[in-house]
């Protein structure tokens, strides 16, 4: 029972709560009624037919009338064989819609945690190797800055700077762009600038805090003591249980970020990604989408946990599997 | 564009805004050009006697691929088998009620006869189809398949346009916009009795079309000169107007802003009884708002206060009708709010409590006003009309903010009860049934949605009054005999009869306050400077292949 | 140097208070009577007030006191309980943690401003009229600025060169409907603190229970409720608030609940962790095998001893509900009969390019107090990390 056995526990944990959670949403969703049966009932009346017969046939059509746990398997079913259902606002597969969508999103996404994760703890670590200097207080201000400013704020005022005023950056996001361009990188800069010093902040700072604990650890006293290189002590002695505490809030904080900083960061560079895609389709309650959008960001969310678990075993040799 | 269009499928698309993205590509039947004159497109329609319509294809259009010519026989079907059927649930369904006949008469003709005669058919857009090859439906037609045929890629993306529009649709994206490209065989190059300008049609070499939520972005876009048109709120036209790069025009439309007041047993939330069902009420209500000060304050005067169901540049308003003008002049004010809420509230226990309106329990009376949540025009209305309400009527109302499909679904639109047989009436979701039958949660007042006043023809408006019409969310039960007068106006045969059962039917509905009739607001759009086509009218926009850029 | 004296230490304060045993002390009666007294007055708000009557008629207040303003109180009395009380008790203690404090010069900054925005918020409201609807005095500009003259109806400072001059009438200038944007942000801190306020309580509560009752009891329970854990961090919780606000409205309250209830996660996972590490030090081997109870230990030991960790994790998250509120606002969402910070800017944004100071003003207060916070937070951990901070003056 050693830490294969609990990597496979693990993932197979994974599978259930991404189950759970489109469970709930699905729920949630199916108590809601449905836009479309009362439009059926309207144009039933405005032909003179009987309303109340023409949402029942709404209903029978769209699957309705079926008992709620046969909807329940129906839907589960169409889960796993990526039958994801049609998209009535949208008019596309709900599959099509979430890939569109996604192609943008990652384009923007990629860079901003690649970034964040590399940088975050760097200027964290260094800190807190130089606390109290004025690097530290410049590295601290920025952080404190990029977290409290709101990033739909700062984002309205570098497009209304950067692209009105000053006319460096395309107030629309182009579409028709190819991936790998530098029209695609200017537009995309700003975004990515928002994300990052929206997100840098916090991992700096606990990356700081931890680490500026184990600054003053003994093993790193009697690591200096014997000689090790700078490096090596900041390497191997601080940044490496920095991490343990680290990625319990890296992964779920930057997930939490993806949702709600995609969505008003697509929403204020119009970008059409995943997040407008599923802002959208709850204003429109189009269901299909709503709960294919969630599963996707669950699934996003689940193994992004994961991962952060199994880095936490990996770097912390003190917790040991065997009995829990 | 600031949200996304939902289908571009003529058969099922209800929103204004995706029609117009449609026609760029697919020319409908006919629109009208500037002095309300019919300007035929795919067919041009006459009468003698108004029963009777006669529809004339135009020869020489092409449907794309293989579908060949457009025929009469391409819209007799359209209508027979989609519209007049029980399955197919389009849009067009209520405009084919059938006891409307259709029929082809040749190959480039079809009739259509009514049952009732109507002088003005055309302009009730009733007879308004895109042509769409017969071919195409069918497969639905012969399964019933209703959701295959919304769903049909070929008619969503506009795949078999042919010639019919000046532009052919390339692609959509569907969260950020469309783009389309010239089409260079556009029938009415060629075709006659159409203004010199159209030979050369058109005249952009593509088009895009890009949806951008933000306001800011979109008017940013705009100055920048990253687009060339997009709306301009009423507060930054004198800006635009200013910028040399942009024109602002200022384009009247039929919608108008009503605060609606529901007179359904869900209205009215803060005491016994629902004042608002009271004419005199009402009417006291109308003389709380300052309609010169809101079209001033909220659309900078780029609106025109509204005292009836018509805006005044129609033809049909009544210039010499004696329509009350309740909000101006002696019809407006505190003692002239008051003084009609005091004599409607006289029978009841409702009762002024030196300023404030108090309820039977003596709490004062408190409503609520939803406007949609993100719209600023709408909002500085509402909380203009609290703010009048409150010093004029003494009435608290309480401005509150929602979603606008949230609002339609769970408001506006009542439960339509399991039996519809034990109500007098229950005509779909928008007028379900009689005052008793209500929306899920209760609501007072609205001006969430702006209603047409129908300039062309406007007996189409009658649905607005009646008890028992199609359309009666806020549960409006005329003082006055709606029914009849506008049934005399379908009727009417000539112009003078017309215009007189107009002034009448408008007298009335001035006068009974179905619900607070405020502004008619002009759509105000800016365009690069240099884009020749746009005209400040009702009708700009009808001759929109052969706008060009005067370089 | 710090490490060197044992009485400044912060877990040695626990080691003497230890000895006290389990009497009551004041503080558990001064909340019990204070929580008690609050009781009685709902009770007196639900049952003998009538439904529209404000809850204070009786001594001719008129202020209907809503179910959100009682959760406030009740946070502020434990705050006082819990924060503040202890402090004044253990003077020794906070004079040394002043003195620490002290020498981070944003951070008593910070406090100073968290401490006025706080007052403001909690008396201001009393004195202040609130903003109304003037449409003919939209867009005036704060004091200093000014706007082209086409954007304004009537100006009501002086006009020079076709601009509108900001006055002292409206010191921070007005919204698009006219509304003056200084009595809404003063408004607005009462919002906030009331967000932040019971949000946090809640978090704090379930959060520091579940995590550290996980880490000491292990076993099944720890699975059962990390799994719980789990379950509520993958949970997309933006998309929930969406979901659930778009289809109930989003009432102020019903934020703050929804902020408190799926928030708790990470702050249990902190501590949780933190706890563990904890656990296997031998000090708490020792109190176990000294026979303490499972309370106890937790109450005295573990709770204490990962106080840093639920702070710097608070200091992150009060931020997080504030900005959690801007941005449902923005998304039109929020409760928009009450007068937040979010709903200014997002009111704003679409006028920001000729009268910034609309969405500026507000945006700008958001930031100083969600920038207050972290520096206090920060300020706060180096203060009880004496530690960290000896070593790094050496």
């Known amino acids: 029972m050693g830490l294969g056995w609990y990597i496979t526990r693990r993932v197979a944990w994974a599978f259930v709560v991404t189950f759970v959670i489109v469970s709930i949403t699905w729920g949630l969703l199916a108590a809601s009624p449905d836009p479309q049966v009362s439009q059926a009932a309207t144009q039933a009346a405005l032909q003179g037919g009987n309303p109340a017969e023409a949402q029942e046939r709404a209903r029978e059509l769209r699957g309705l009338d079926a008992p709620l746990y046969q909807r329940y398997i129906d839907y589960v079913t169409g889960v796993y064989t990526l039958d994801w259902g049609w998209s009535q606002t949208r008019n596309q597969p709900v599959t099509e819609a979430i890939l569109d969508a996604l192609y943008y999103t990652i384009q923007y996404s990629i860079p901003w945690t690649v970034l964040v994760v590399l940088l975050g ?26 977290y409290a400013i709101p990033n739909f704020f700062f984002g309205i005022i570098l497009l209304l700077i950067f692209g009105v005023q000053l006319g460096w950056i395309p107030v629309i996001y182009n579409t028709d762009v190819p991936v790998f361009s530098v029209a695609n990188a200017i537009q995309l800069a700003m975004p990515v600038f928002v994300l990052v010093t929206g997100s840098i902040g916090a991992v700096m700072r606990v990356s700081r805090n931890e680490s500026s604990e184990f600054m003053q650890a003994d093993f790193v006293k009697t690591a200096k003591a014997k000689g090790v290189s700078q490096l090596r002590i900041y390497g191997r002695h601080v940044l490496r249980p920095t991490m343990v505490p680290l990625s319990t809030t890296i992964v779920g904080y930057l997930l939490f970020l993806f949702v709600g900083s995609s969505l008003l960061v697509e929403v204020v560079f119009s970008i059409p990604g995943l997040g407008r895609l599923l802002y959208r389709a709850i204003i429109a309650q189009d269901t299909s989408v709503v709960l294919g959008t969630t599963l996707f960001f669950t699934f996003v969310a689940t193994v992004g946990n994961l991962i952060q678990d199994l880095v936490y075993t990996v770097l912390d040799p003190r917790i040991n599997f065997d009995d829990r | 564009m600031s949200s996304p269009v939902e289908t571009l499928n003529p058969l099922y698309n209800s929103e204004a805004g995706a029609g117009t993205l449609i026609e760029y590509a697919l020319d409908p039947g006919y629109t009208w050009r500037p002095g309300s004159e019919y300007f035929p497109l795919a067919y041009d329609m006459t009468t003698d006697n108004g029963e009777v319509w006669v529809a004339n294809v135009r020869e020489g259009l092409q449907y794309g691929g293989d579908y060949g010519e457009v025929t009469a026989e391409d819209f007799v079907y359209q209508i027979t088998q989609l519209h007049q059927s029980e399955w197919a649930g389009t849009v067009d369904a209520a405009s084919w009620p059938s006891e409307v006949n259709v029929e082809a008469t040749g190959d480039y003709e079809f009739q259509i006869e009514l049952p009732n005669p109507n002088a003005l058919y055309p302009e009730t857009f009733d007879p308004y189809v895109y042509p ?17 045929l919304q769903q049909d890629t070929e008619i969503l993306e506009l795949q078999f346009t042919g010639n019919l529009g000046a532009y052919t649709l390339d692609q959509w994206n569907r969260s950020s916009g469309l783009s389309y490209s010239r089409n260079d065989d556009y029938y009415l190059k060629n075709a006659e009795g159409v203004p010199e300008v159209f030979t050369q049609a058109p005249y952009f070499d593509s088009l895009e079309v890009q949806v951008v939520q933000e306001e800011q972005s979109r008017l940013g876009a705009l100055e920048s000169g990253e687009t060339d048109s997009a709306a301009v709120p009423p507060n930054r036209v004198s800006r635009f107007r200013n910028l040399e790069s942009t024109d602002v025009y200022v384009i009247p439309q039929p919608y108008n802003e009503v605060c609606v007041y529901n007179m359904r047993d869900n209205g009215w939330t803060t005491g016994p009884g629902n004042l608002f069902r009271n004419k005199q009420f009402r009417q006291g209500l109308g003389c709380a708002v300052d309609k010169q000060r809101l079209v001033t304050g909220v659309f900078r005067d780029f609106a025109d206060v509204e005292y009836t169901w018509q805006p005044r540049w129609s033809n049909w ?13 002696e019809l407006y004010g505190s003692e002239a709010t008051r003084s009609r809420i005091r004599e409607a509230i006289s029978d009841t226990d409702y009762s002024y409590n030196g300023e404030t309106l108090q309820n039977p329990s003596g709490q004062p009376v408190e409503l609520s006003l939803y406007h949609s949540a993100g719209q600023n025009t709408e909002r500085s209305m509402a909380e203009f009309i609290a703010q009048e309400f409150g010093r004029n009527a003494g009435i608290n109302v309480s401005v509150e903010a929602i979603d606008g499909a949230q609002f339609s679904q769970n408001y506006w639109q009542q439960q339509v009860p399991e039996n519809t047989d034990q109500y007098e009436w229950s005509n779909g979701s928008y007028n379900a049934g009689p005052r008793e039958v209500t929306s899920a949660n209760a609501w007072d007042m609205t001006v969430v949605f702006g209603l047409n006043t129908y300039p062309l023809n406007p007996t189409t408006a009658s649905v607005f009054f009646q008890r028992d019409s199609s359309y009666n969310p806020y549960g409006y039960y005329p003082s006055w005999n709606a029914s009849e007068l506008f049934e005399r106006a379908s009727n009417a045969t000539n112009d003078q009869e017309l215009q007189s059962v107009f002034a009448e039917i408008f007298r009335n509905i001035a006068e009974d306050q179905p619900m607070a009739m405020l502004a008619f607001p002009a759509d105000t759009v800016g365009y690069a400077a240099g884009i020749e086509g746009p005209q400040e009218n009702f009708f700009s926009g009808w001759d929109f292949p052969a706008w060009y850029r005067n370089e | 140097m710090a490490t060197d004296e044992p009485s400044t230490r912060f877990d040695s304060v626990d080691w003497e208070e230890i000895g006290g045993g389990r009497e009551l002390t004041t503080n558990f009666i001064g909340v019990a009577v204070s929580v008690g007294a609050l009781f009685v007055l709902v009770l007196y708000d639900v049952f003998v007030v009538p439904g529209d009557t404000p809850t204070f008629a009786a001594v001719g207040w008129g202020y209907d006191v809503t179910g959100l303003d009682w959760l406030f109180a009740l946070s502020l009395v434990l705050f006082g309980f819990y924060g503040v009380l202890p402090l004044y008790q253990n003077a020794r203690m906070t004079r040394y943690y002043w003195r620490e404090f002290r020498r981070n010069r944003p951070a008593v900054a910070s406090l100073a401003f968290l401490t006025a925005v706080f007052v403001i918020g909690l008396l201001g409201p009393l004195f202040i009229p609130s903003p ?13 600025f000014e706007v082209a003259r086409t954007y304004v109806i009537n100006c009501a400072g002086p006009v020079v060169n076709g601009a509108c001059q900001g006055t002292w009438q409206y010191p921070l200038g007005t919204t698009q409907n006219g509304r003056d944007i200084f009595r809404m942000i003063v408004y607005g801190m009462q919002v906030t603190m009331k967000l932040a306020f019971v949000a946090t309580l809640i978090v704090i509560v379930i959060g520091t229970a579940v995590g550290t009752v996980s880490a000491y009891m292990g076993g099944m329970v720890d699975e059962v409720l990390m ?61 176990q095998l000294s026979g303490a109870s499972v309370y106890r230990v937790i109450r005295r030991h573990i709770i204490p001893n990962t106080t840093s960790s639920i702070v710097t994790d608070l200091t992150l998250l009060i931020p997080g509900f504030l900005l959690a509120e801007a941005q449902l606002a923005f998304l039109g969402l929020g409760d928009s009969t009450v007068p937040s910070w979010g709903q200014l800017i997002a009111a704003g944004r679409s006028d920001l390019s000729f009268a910034p100071w609309i969405t500026l003003m507000p945006g700008f207060v958001l930031f100083f107090t969600i920038l207050a916070f972290n520096f206090l937070g920060d300020a706060l951990l180096d203060a009880i990390n004496p530690e960290a901070q000896a070593e790094a003056e050496s």
């Open chain 3, 132 to 144: 109304t609807v003037d449409l003919f005095a939209k867009y005036q500009p704060p004091v200093g």
């Open chain 2, 317 to 329: 308003y009544p210039q010499n009708a004696d329509v009350m003008q309740f909000g101006t002049g």
């Open chain 1, 121 to 146: 703890p760097l200027v964290g670590l260094y800190s807190s190797a130089n606390q109290y200097s004025w690097k530290d207080h410049a590295a601290t201000g920025f952080a404190f800055f990029g």
């Open chain 2, 132 to 148: 769409i090859p017969m071919e195409l439906m069918q497969p639905y037609v012969g399964n019933q398949d209703a959701q295959g």
């Open chain 3, 227 to 287: 799994r719980y854990v789990d379950i509520q961090q993958s949970f997309p919780t933006l998309i929930l608030y969406l979901l659930v606000v778009y289809t109930y409205g989003g009432s102020l309250l019903l934020l703050v609940l929804l902020f408190g209830l799926f928030s708790w996660e990470g702050t249990a996972r902190y501590v949780r962790s933190n706890a563990l590490a904890k656990t296997e030090e031998e000090y708490i081997k020792a109190v």
